[in-house]
């Protein structure tokens, strides 16, 4: 097999995932051009070529996606129609847009795993606020909007018939709570020829009021029984699919020890940032192969991490500050990844950092002082 770098990769959207991207397809000398609405996107000064647009604009999507060789995504709202158009044309396009346009609607996304056998909780579809009195039988529940949701926005928890006025008047969907012992993510790549690989599984702990990925616990020291169920049922989810490139499948464990699939990301994603240093390959360099359908890489960890999200300060916009990260570089085993992104705002992510070593138990100890050390301020 010949591998010709000059091959052209264009991605919609220019945050902080297509950042990471970048810095991994430029050791193989590849060339990425990014598309964002965002004049300042994280992307724009490491893309080969960046263009200010609208990602969910049929034209704009069009126009960008015919300078590349193969396209795809770090997020899922974008304009799907252009992107089938861009494979009728030849273009190689992943994840397909087929697949996209299940994923962006948790209906769509909820009913797929119900049709294909994929454990999930129970739900219902809510077109407009006032149909949540019709399903009183399933609180407490999560109340999710169909589309634009992302980073905790667009999901409001409704405990009690009291918190149903919260509900979106909007499509959603009401989810029923599962009774889990765990939140886990898997992270599994396919390429065109049909291999697969999965990333360790991993353990995820949320912000308590944002639905944010505080922290992130590798590997999860679940029992391994389960975690070879996880891997199996990540890998039956992007078979389903029949989908190329990296899919992060977000998990619940039951009480019982059971498996239930949340939801799922058709792209890189916050569950796998510690792959950067935890992991051989990195879950950035993974989806890069996937897509130019190359052998997938080493999964294995490299020792045990924790991944701490840098969130905005909730009482501080403006021009961003970091008060104890200088402190934070004196500890070893820490790394930093800052996002590019001059403006903080109330829960922003800016930043991670991943703390590797061989003692778990430790690692989660400093994570946890880092976290309340460290404040992002204006």
Known sequence: MTFDPSISIGVLGGGQLG????????????EVACI????????????????NGDITNYDEVL????????????????????????????????????????????????????????????????????ELTRHKNL???ANKLRTDGYDGKGVQIIKTEADLDKGFEAPSLLEKFVDYQKEISV?????????????????LEYHPEQNLVEFLFSPSEIDLSIRNNAR????????????????????FVTKDGGLMVNECAPRTHNSGHHTIE???TSQFEQHIRAILNLPL????????????????????SGHARYEGLAEAMEITGMHLHLYGKKITKPFRKMGHLTLVGDDLTALKTKARALKESIKIIA
């Open 19 to 30: 950042r990471m991207m970048i810095q991994s397809a430029m050791n193989l000398n590849l």
């Open 36 to 51: 964002d609405p965002d004049p300042n996107a994280p992307c724009k000064n490491l893309a080969s070529h960046f263009v």
């Open 63 to 130: 126009a960008f996606g015919e300078g590349c060789d193969v396209i795809t995504v770090e997020i899922e709202n974008v304009n799907i129609e252009a992107l089938e158009e861009l494979e009728r044309r030849g273009k190689k396009v992943f994840p397909q847009p087929s697949v996209l346009k299940i994923i962006k609607d948790k209906g769509f996304q909820k009913q797929f795993y119900l049709d294909h056998n994929i454990p999930t909780s129970d739900f219902v579809l809510i077109s407009k606020k006032e």
């Open 139 to 141: 609180l407490p529940a």
């Open 187 to 203: 992270i599994v790549a396919r390429n065109e020829k049909g291999e697969m690989s999965t990333f360790p599984v991993v353990e």
């Open 232 to 251: 199996e049922l990540a890998k039956k989810v992007i078979s389903e699919f029949d989908m190329v490139g990296l899919l992060a499948v977000e998990m």
């Open 278 to 280: 935890g992991n051989i």
């Open 297 to 316: 890489g080493d999964t294995s960890i490299k020792g045990s991490a924790v991944m701490i999200n840098l969130l905005g300060h909730p009482d501080h």
